[in-house]
């Protein structure tokens, strides 16, 4: 029974937004390539008419596939998202859209999920989210996900106050054994190689 009622607090929580505002949520991940963004945007009843007319250009109370991509390359736009200093260049994954009566009762979601390539080594790198899509009735919030790869470790997030502003510190190895480690390993079993092979000599000597 506590598990159930834990379930629907949950469930309420995840709706008590403010029917003012547009709630903006993006979950970030990192990878040694590139990042992967989840971005799930819920109006509110009070704000849906200027979020309605931005996704339903032509106004017929449908939809279409077409205004479905334009609506996503628009937030796309609206975002900004680097790494190390560097623009990168998002690229839309997928679109999903509600039907209408969920949004009009303020609980539908649109979700788009973009990724945008990564270049350089490893070492420690700094991101960098920006999010100004309808920033006059927007409330943002942005997180990252814990890495699945054990090469990354986040080491530090930073926020502005209304969260339109984002930072990730993380650290990312190479995959690659650094010199320091590996040469005196090889300096090393080169000398048993050669030590091994003047005995065997000597021994072949000493049979002879």
């Known amino acids: 029974m506590k598990l ?30 590139g990042v992967q963004a989840e971005m799930t945007l819920t109006p509110g009843i009070a704000v849906l008419p200027v979020v309605w007319a931005a996704i339903d250009r032509d106004g017929n109370g449908i939809i279409s596939e077409g205004e479905q991509r334009d609506y996503a390359a628009r937030v796309l736009r609206d975002v900004s998202l680097t790494v190390d200093g560097v623009r990168l260049a998002p690229r839309l994954v997928s679109a999903q859209f509600p ?21 350089g080594a490893g070492g420690a790198r700094k ?10 009735i927007a409330a943002y919030q942005v997180n990252c996900l814990v890495p699945r790869d054990r090469d990354i470790e986040v080491v530090a997030q930073t926020r502005n106050y209304v969260q339109s502003m ?17 040469a005196p390993v090889v300096l090393l079993l080169g000398r048993l190689a050669i030590n091994s092979a003047a005995r065997r000599g000597r021994a072949y000597v000493l049979r002879g």
């Open 166 to 182: 984002y930072g990730l510190d993380y650290v990312q190895a190479s995959g690659k054994m650094p010199a320091w480690v590996w």
């Open 127 to 136: 991101l960098a989210f920006q999010n100004h899509h309808f920033a006059q």
């Open 99 to 119: 039907s209408p009566e969920f949004l009009r009762e303020g609980m539908g979601e649109i979700r788009i999920a973009f990724r945008a390539d990564v270049q």
């Open 4 to 33: 159930l009622v834990v379930c629907l607090l949950l469930g309420v929580c995840a709706y008590a937004h403010r029917l003012d505002e547009y709630l903006q949520t993006t979950l970030i991940s990192v990878e040694k390539s």
